[in-house]
């Protein structure tokens, strides 16, 4: 206001706020938006000044936008800042906290961000704005995350159905995807000339010269990635028949079975019988890949033949095999005894079971056992054999006035064997921690017996310690609670009623602790002198003992003893011994030997003492010298103008 003597009160609206020249908001919010005046006061004077109205905003939200969420190295990637209104904004990019600036792999350009993808680009990249001339700075926005995958993309060819190979007629897709997860690919199949624009390649009934190889070829904009695959297609295989016996020709009431065999997998089909050219319609006497004839009949003759339908993949349909010519014929042989679970001999309690087969029809069947008349029936059975039930056997087939007989047989019958126990080692009393087996032995065929394990009349099982195998029981490492009475008895691992019975006990003993092997000393000295000969020995109660010597934990020998001959002073040394048996050792308390040698030429005076004592000069001379204990043998080397020593201790 011109003139002196001012002062100016500042006013939003009708509200009175300060008084002071300068009306100052440090840091505008949208609460601050209002009509604001001054009023110059002067004494009881004043004036308002023009009404002002200002509007505050908040700042504008900075948001990413891109339709790439995901990309592979080499891709272009672009995103984004984008800010409502068209004031002049200048935009920065962040990727996590670091400060994105342009450079070979990353261009900006106004508000749009571009990466020449590589691997390091992955991450949550976001914007900000500085509005251009004024301090005002939009928050970062929030984070837009950019997955970059492998070198390239994963690409997976799968076949549905997915066999080995598509029969000719079967529908068959190949589908070209992606492993990643990712988008906006375009698909193309390609084989030969053929194209077909779509991931699934559909072949509605596969030809042979629909075999071979198919091309799936993968696009987006830049990019494009091919892999193939083959496709196996092949005519269903042809079935071959057969007569299931060893015979080829057949009597009156004989049983026939024909089978329709297909190589890879007879289960996975169902097969149409055709005699002269004729089906034959389904009953009982068919059965999977096999047709039977319960009671053959001259009608029956004739050309067989077969062909496959595939159970699952129902339209596939194999050709007929070759024709097979089925002869019946009308004479008799002999009846045939029929044998249910043979066995040479049977045991104690055992089920014999004896059938007598002839073919034709009206046939009554008698049993014979050395000539003695027991049963009429087609089926002899014995339900709990003894040993009185052994003989010669043999059936006779009558029809009206006729008869034939059958070959005998003979049936054996005796008890079980009775199986031994018994230590599989040299030695019967075990220390703690040894390994102990045990077998349970049955004469002529371990092999078929499994076997249960008793120790004090309690049935034993497996835990941490004890396990079995075959005719063996196993204490892997032994303890005091491991003593006490064993027995076994076997059970026939195919012929479950036969058990034998529990052998003779066995007692086996673990002691209760382990002790150390001791090591004798023969004419032990504190230490000894060179030359002399130390022997030491090595003891361990009980039997099947090695013994290990071990000098500063070095092997030596395997031996009850260990001697040194003749001492050196390499011999001294912490010497221990190590008793062995099976896998189990124990190591002996350690002993120091000490050797030490005599050295008398002490001096030069002693030296040349013995020079001048030799005969002659320019020659070698021999000293020997003999101490209590020792041998040692000194060799002087003279000559006129000096003199050489040299000691050889042994």
Not at 4 to 27: H, V
Not at 98 to 112: A, F, G, L, W, Y
Not at 177 to 197: A, G, P
């Amino acid at each position: 206001m011109p003139g002196d003597g001012w002062k100016y009160d500042w006013y939003e609206g009708s509200k009175n706020l300060i008084t002071n020249p300068t009306f100052t908001i440090s840091s505008a919010s949208p609460s601050n938006t209002g009509v604001y005046h001054c009023k110059a006061k002067r004494g009881d004077f004043s004036v308002d000044s023009e009404t002002l109205r200002v509007q505050v905003k908040d700042l504008p939200e900075a948001r990413v936008q891109s339709e790439w969420t995901e990309a592979f190295p080499g891709e272009k990637v672009s995103l984004q800042c984008v800010i409502p209104g068209s004031q002049n904004w200048i935009y920065k990019w962040f990727k996590g906290s670091e400060n994105v600036v342009s450079s070979d792999e990353r261009s900006i350009k106004d508000n749009t961000l571009t990466l020449s993808v590589k691997s390091g680009h992955e991450g949550e990249y976001a914007c900000q704005a500085e509005l251009e001339g004024r301090t005002v700075t939009t928050a970062k926005s929030k984070t837009h995350l950019l997955t970059v995958h492998g070198s390239k993309p994963t690409v997976v060819l799968k076949q549905d159905p997915l066999y080995p190979e598509i029969y000719t007629g079967e529908q068959v897709k190949l589908i070209c995807s992606i492993e990643e997860k990712t988008s906006k690919w375009q698909y193309q199949w390609q084989k030969h000339s053929v194209l077909v624009n779509d991931h699934t390649y559909t072949i509605p009934s596969a030809t042979l010269d629909q075999n071979g190889e198919y091309t799936c070829t993968i696009t987006r904009r830049e990019m494009t990635y091919t892999e193939s695959t083959k496709l196996n297609i092949r005519e269903p295989p042809r079935p071959k028949l057969s007569i299931e016996s060893q015979w080829k020709t057949f009597y009156p009431t004989e049983k026939v079975t024909l089978k329709c065999s297909i190589d890879g997998g007879s289960n996975e089909w169902g097969y149409e019988w055709f005699r002269n050219r004729i089906a034959i319609s389904v009953d009982k006497d068919f059965s999977g890949d096999t047709l039977s004839i319960s009671s053959a009949k001259a009608s029956h003759s004739g050309q067989y033949t077969c062909e496959g339908k595939h159970l699952k993949r129902t339209p596939v349909t194999t050709r007929r095999a070759k024709p097979l010519q089925l002869d019946i014929y009308d004479n008799t042989p002999k009846p045939i005894i029929t044998k249910q679970k043979w066995f040479e001999p049977f045991y104690t309690g055992e089920e014999i079971q004896l059938g007598c087969n002839m073919s034709g029809d009206g046939w009554k069947y008698d049993w014979f056992s050395n000539s003695e008349t027991l049963i009429t029936d087609p089926t002899f059975t014995i339900s709990s054999a003894s040993p009185p039930n052994t003989g010669v056997y043999h059936c006779k087939a009558k029809r009206g006035d006729f008869s034939v007989d059958s070959q005998t047989l003979r049936v054996r019958v005796q008890e079980p064997p009775q199986p031994k126990l018994s230590i599989e080692s040299e030695w019967k009393t075990f220390y703690p921690t040894e390994k102990v087996n045990l077998k349970c032995s049955i004469d002529g065929g371990s092999n078929e017996w499994g076997y249960e394990w008793f120790r004090n009349g309690a049935q034993l099982s497996v835990d941490k310690d004890i396990s079995f195998s075959g005719d063996t029981l196993s204490i892997s490492s032994a303890k005091l609670s491991h003593s006490g009475q064993y027995t076994c008895k076997g059970k026939h691992l195919k012929r479950t009623p036969v058990t034998t019975g529990q052998t003779e006990a066995l007692k086996l003993h673990i002691h209760v602790d382990t002790p150390k092997p001791h090591i004798r000393k023969d004419q032990w000295f504190e230490f000894f002198y060179i030359e002399e000969e130390v022997q030491l020995g090595c003891n361990m109660s009980g039997d099947g003992w090695e013994f290990h010597w071990y000098k500063n934990s070095k092997t030596l020998i395997a031996k009850p003893s260990y001697t040194i001959k003749s001492a050196s002073l390499s011999d001294t040394g912490v010497y221990h011994c190590k008793a062995k048996r099976g896998a189990f050792s124990v190591d002996s308390e350690t002993l120091q030997v000490q050797v030490q040698g005599y050295d008398f030429l002490t001096s030069v005076e002693h030296k040349r003492k013995y020079f001048e004592e030799c005969s002659y000069y320019e020659s070698q001379c021999d000293l020997m010298f003999f101490g209590p204990h020792w041998l040692t043998k000194y060799l002087l080397l003279c000559s006129m103008e000096e003199i050489h020593v040299w000691k050889d201790m042994r």
